[in-house]
């Protein structure tokens, strides 16, 4: 069986789009575990598989590269809301995810915007193991957490090159308080409107970006009292945009781009 593709990035998050309207959707978790090898197969942070849906212009379902679902992915969405607006010859677009309906826009020729939804920062919504108060948690570096659809942990640090992010990484996104696990953030605050930020991604990763991290970063941040409404962030693969108003919903924006496109073989 053939499956085209869609290769793409999103300031260095890199995810493959694969379009299954109209058709059956083969995509297992031993097939996304097998496409998302970088010596064996595809290689990639997310796979998005479009689908079709009757009360949006798709419906996209989301997966990590080790096989595992999630409910959400800032890049991918932007990505493939990208690619459905070009097909259409339009500038914005709806499709739906776990996280709902979420309305995405062309922003100045390859930005894309899209709104993630409001944030859960209620205890169970993280999830965490027991109750207590989102906004310090009880760990070393007294983290903040909340959740995107997926599980975020947010240190605030002084120097950010201090921080050895792949060896601190592992146990954070393990810690008991994470019952489905989490993703870590180590956060820089430059000015009100700038952080640099890097990741330790759920599942075992310190990527170039993503997303969701940037808005539940942002949205920690701003809970702290550290950060304005609209905020850069800067990841190692480039910056993106976050907006919240501590209220409603997270705006994501940033550029994507296509790196190529092609045929994956299944046997």
């Not at 945009?241 to 496109?261: F, K, N, S, Y």
Request: charged share 20%; with cysteine.
């Amino acid at each position: 069986m053939t499956l085209p593709f869609v290769k793409m990035h999103a300031h260095g998050d890199d995810f493959i789009i694969i379009d299954r309207r109209g058709q059956d959707n083969p995509i297992t978790a031993q097939v996304v575990a097998r496409l998302g090898k970088r010596r064996s197969g595809i290689g990639f942070n997310q796979l998005a598989v479009v689908l079709d849906c009757e009360d949006a212009a798709a419906r996209i379902e989301f997966w990590n590269c080790d096989g595992t679902p999630l409910a959400t992915c800032g890049s991918a969405t932007r990505g493939v809301a990208d690619r459905l607006m070009h097909e259409a010859g339009i500038d914005t677009v709806v499709v739906r995810t776990d996280r709902g309906l979420l309305t995405c826009a062309r922003v100045d020729g390859q930005q894309v915007s899209v709104d993630m939804g409001a944030p859960s920062l209620g205890w169970a919504a993280v999830p965490l193991a027991e109750a207590m108060d989102t906004l310090v948690l009880p760990m070393d570096g007294n983290p903040a957490a909340c959740s995107m659809g997926n599980p975020h942990c947010t240190f605030f640090v002084d120097d950010i090159a201090a921080i050895d992010v792949a060896a601190m990484g592992p146990a954070l996104e393990t810690h008991p308080l994470f019952p489905a696990r989490t993703n870590v953030h180590f956060v820089q605050v430059l000015s009100r409107g700038r952080i640099r930020l890097r990741i330790w991604e759920r599942g075992g990763a310190v990527p170039l970006g993503s997303g969701s991290c940037c808005c539940g970063a942002v949205v920690n941040g701003i809970r702290r009292g550290l950060l304005d409404d609209s905020v850069e962030v800067e990841c190692d693969g480039g910056a993106v945009t976050v907006q919240w108003d501590g209220q409603g919903a997270v705006i994501l924006t940033g550029r994507v781009e296509p790196i190529m496109q092609g045929t994956a073989y299944l046997s």
